[in-house]
């Protein structure tokens, strides 16, 4: 089991950048998928950003591709999310979630959630 605490959100102008950050506990950080999911007030839960287990495989979600950078240190047990020009749009509960087989596009593969941190972008 893995528990997730995320951190590095807040309120950013447009245009801006922030780094998101995942701590996870335990020693079998590198046995897992991460990936990077985010809920917008009054929508479904949307994949952003996943990174495999061996950190070779990347994915994101189409509309942050050159945007945004997964990433991932297991000696930190760490998974980051680097998120650069910033819009208004991306504005949501971003969560870090786990999965002990490979990576997924799809939120409800994943196994192991954390408690999610806000991200506020300003027009």
């Known amino acids: 089991q893995v528990q997730l605490v995320e951190s590095g959100g807040g309120l950013v102008q447009a245009g801006g950048s922030l780094r998101l950050s995942c701590a996870a506990s335990g020693r079998t950080f590198s046995r897992y998928a991460m990936g990077w999911i985010r809920q917008a007030p009054g929508k479904e839960r949307e994949f952003v950003a996943a990174i495999s287990q061996n950190i070779v495989i990347t994915q994101y979600l189409d509309s942050v591709k050159g945007r945004f950078t997964i990433s991932r240190d297991n000696a930190k047990n760490t998974v980051y999310l680097q998120m650069n020009s910033l819009k208004p749009e991306v504005t949501a509960v971003y969560y870090c979630?786990?999965?002990?087989?490979?990576?997924?596009?799809?939120?409800?593969?994943?196994?192991?959630w954390g408690q999610g941190t806000q991200v506020t972008v300003s027009s």
């Open positions: 979630a786990a999965r002990s087989r490979s990576y997924s596009r799809w939120d409800t593969d994943y196994d192991y």
